[in-house]
C-alpha cells in the first residue's frame, strides 16, 4: 500500500527505495572522495610525460581543490534553482566527463584546467549528497544512514590510491582518471532511477559580487603561492600583480558583505563563538589533511624508486587509519568531549610528521607505513569532533550557509599548505645543496681521506664529479622533504591549546 507524506503530498519511499537510494548516494560521495587523492599517486610519473617541474605538477592538486573551494558555496543556490534532481544529474555528469578529459591530457595545462573543471563540477556532490541523506530518512534513522553514506568519503581515500596505483603502473597515470568514468557512470544510472523531484521551492539570490570577489581573491592568492618559488617572488610583476590582485578583491568582498542586505556569506555568523574557532580549526585541518599524500610520491619514487603500485598501498593503508577513527568516534565518541579527540587526533598529526622528519636517504617502506596510518588516524578522530564544535551554536536556517564556509576554509587550507610545503622543500633543498657542494672540493681532508681509502668518490674525472653532483643533490632534496615535514609538525601542534577555548554545554 502506498503512503503519502502530508506536507508535500508525494508518495513515500519504501525501505528498499530509501536504501538503493542510500547506496547511490554513498556511490556518488565515494566517486568523489577518490578523485581527491587519485592522482596524487601518479604525480611523479605526470610529471615525467608532461615535463614539468615539482612546483608545477602541484597545480594538478592545488587547482582541483581550490575549484571546489570556490564553487561548493554555490550548491544552495544552484539546488533552490534548478533544484537537487538536476543539479546532481549535471555535477555527476559533469564530473564523470571531466575525468575522462583529464586521462587524454597532452600537455599541463589542459590537465590544470581539467582538473579545475572536475573540482567545480563535483564540489556539489557531497553537500547535495549529505542533504538528501537528512532529507530522505526519518529522525530516528538518520544516525545510522549517515553513518553508512560517511563510509563513502572513508573507503574513497582507501580504493583510490590502491587501484590507482596499480593501473599507473601496468598501464599508464591516464588510467587513474579513466577508472573514475565506470564508477561515474554506475553513479549517473542510480541518481536517474533513485532520485527523485522535490516539491519548488522558493528561489534564493546568489550574491553575484561577493561570490566573484571571493573567487577571484582565492584564484589570485593560490595562483601567488604556487608560482611565488619559480617567479622569486616579488621580483617578478606576475606575482606583485597577483597580490595587489587578490589584495583588492579580497577587500572588495568584505565591504561588500558588510554594506550588502544579502551578502555571499552572512558575517552574522561570525558573531557564534564556536563557529569562528570551528572555522580556524578546519583551516588547520584542511592544512594538514592532504599535504603528506602530495609530499610523499614523490618523495619516494624519485629518491627510492618505488612503484606506483607500492606507492598506491602506502596512501591506502593511511586511508585506513581515518578508517579507525571513525569507527572509534561511530561507537564511543559521542560520550568523549570533543576537545579532548581533537586534541587527540592533531597530536597524532604532529607525532606523525615529527617522526616523519627524522627520516633520512635510506628510509624503510615500514617508517612511511606507520607514521602515514597515524596521520590516518588523527585525521578520522578531528573530524567528528569538529563538526560538532563549529555547528554546536547555530540554528538550523544557518546550518546550510555554515557548512559552506566551513568547507570553503577547509579546503583552502589545503591548497594553500600544499603550495607552502613546496616552496620549503624547494627552497631550503636548493640551500642545502649550495651548502654541501661548498665541501666537494680537494681541499675537502675527509673527502680526500676518503676517496684514497674506500674509492667511493673521486674527483678525478667528469663521471665521477656527475655521480657525487647526484648524490648531494639526492641528500639536499630529502633535507627540503625533512624540512617540509617540520613545518606540518609545528603546525599540527601549535592548533592544540587553541581547542579548549570551544565552549562545550554540560
Known amino acids: 500500500m502506498t503512503t503519502y507524506d502530508p506536507t508535500t503530498g508525494m508518495a513515500k519511499a519504501t525501505a528498499f527505495e530509501n536504501g538503493v537510494l542510500l547506496l547511490t548516494l554513498t556511490l556518488v560521495t565515494m566517486l568523489y572522495a577518490m578523485s581527491v587523492t587519485i592522482a596524487n599517486v601518479s604525480l611523479p610519473q605526470i610529471k615525467g610525460a608532461l ?24 550548491t544552495g543556490w544552484l539546488t533552490a534553482r534548478f533544484g537537487r534532481r538536476h543539479v546532481m544529474i549535471w555535477s555527476v555528469g559533469g ?63 582507501i580504493l583510490a590510491p590502491t587501484i590507482g596505483g596499480y593501473l599507473s603502473e601496468t598501464y599508464s597515470w591516464r588510467w587513474v582518471f579513466f577508472m573514475i568514468v565506470p564508477c561515474g557512470m554506475i553513479s549517473m544510472v542510480g541518481v536517474l532511477a533513485f532520485i527523485k ?44 600583480v597577483c ?63 618505488y612503484p606506483d603500485s607500492i606507492v598506491g598501498v602506502i596512501l591506502g593503508i593511511r586511508g585506513t587509519g581515518t578508517l579507525l577513527g571513525f569507527t572509534i568516534m561511530f561507537l564511543g565518541g559521542s560520550k568523549i568531549d570533543p576537545r579532548l579527540t581533537m586534541f587527540a587526533g592533531f597530536m597524532l598529526q604532529g607525532i606523525s ?28 578522530l578531528i573530524w567528528v569532533p569538529l563538526s ?72 678525478d674525472s667528469a663521471q665521477t664529479l656527475a655521480a657525487l653532483s647526484g648524490e648531494i643533490g639526492r641528500q639536499a632534496i630529502m633535507i627540503g622533504y625533512l624540512n617540509a615535514f617540520y613545518a606540518f609538525s609545528i603546525t599540527a601542534f601549535a592548533v592544540c591549546p587553541f581547542l579548549f577555548l570551544a565552549k562545550i554545554k554540560k
Not at 627520516?359 to 607514521?371: G, K, S
Open 51 to 74: 615535463s614539468a617541474t615539482t612546483d608545477q605538477i602541484a597545480l594538478i592538486v592545488t587547482f582541483n581543490i581550490i575549484a571546489t573551494a570556490v564553487a561548493t558555496p554555490m
Open 95 to 157: 564530473f564523470t566527463f571531466a575525468s575522462f578529459l583529464c586521462g587524454t591530457a597532452t600537455s599541463l595545462e589542459e590537465l590544470v584546467f581539467y582538473r579545475f573543471l572536475q573540482g567545480a563540477l563535483g564540489a556539489p556532490l557531497v553537500p547535495l549528497s549529505q542533504a538528501i541523506v537528512v532529507d530522505s530518512f526519518p529522525k530516528e534513522k538518520i544516525g545510522s544512514a549517515t553513518a553508512i553514506y560517511g563510509m563513502g568519503v572513508v573507503l574513497g581515500p
Open 197 to 240: 523531484r522535490r516539491a519548488s521551492r522558493p528561489t534564493t539570490h546568489l550574491d553575484w559580487v561577493g561570490f566573484i570577489a571571493l573567487a577571484l581573491a582565492i584564484a589570485s592568492f593560490q595562483f601567488m603561492l604556487d608560482r611565488g618559488q619559480r617567479l622569486d617572488w616579488f621580483d617578478n610583476w606576475q606575482i606583485v
Open 243 to 305: 597580490c595587489w590582485l587578490a589584495i583588492l578583491a579580497f577587500y572588495v568582498f568584505v565591504s561588500h558583505s558588510l554594506t550588502s542586505d544579502r551578502p555571499f556569506l552572512n558575517p552574522h555568523l561570525l558573531s557564534k563563538r564556536n563557529y569562528v574557532l570551528g572555522l580556524m580549526f578546519a583551516f588547520v585541518f584542511g592544512l594538514l589533511n592532504f599535504t603528506p599524500i602530495t609530499l610523499l610520491p614523490s618523495l619516494l619514487q624519485t629518491l627510492q624508486g
Open 353 to 380: 610528521g615529527w617522526y616523519m622528519a627524522q627520516l633520512n636517504i635510506n628510509l624503510t617502506m615500514f617508517d612511511v607505513l606507520w607514521t602515514s596510518w597515524l596521520q590516518g588516524l588523527g585525521v578520522g
Open 388 to 459: 560538532i564544535v563549529t555547528f554546536s551554536q547555530l540554528d538550523d536556517t544557518e546550518t546550510a550557509e555554515g557548512a559552506s564556509v566551513f568547507h570553503l576554509m577547509r579546503n583552502f587550507g589545503s591548497s594553500v599548505f600544499i603550495s607552502i610545503s613546496i616552496a620549503i622543500m624547494i627552497r631550503t633543498g636548493q640551500m642545502s645543496y649550495a651548502e654541501l657542494a661548498e665541501n666537494a672540493t680537494p681541499l675537502n681532508q675527509g673527502l680526500v681521506f676518503q676517496d684514497s681509502l674506500f674509492s667511493i668518490w673521486s674527483l
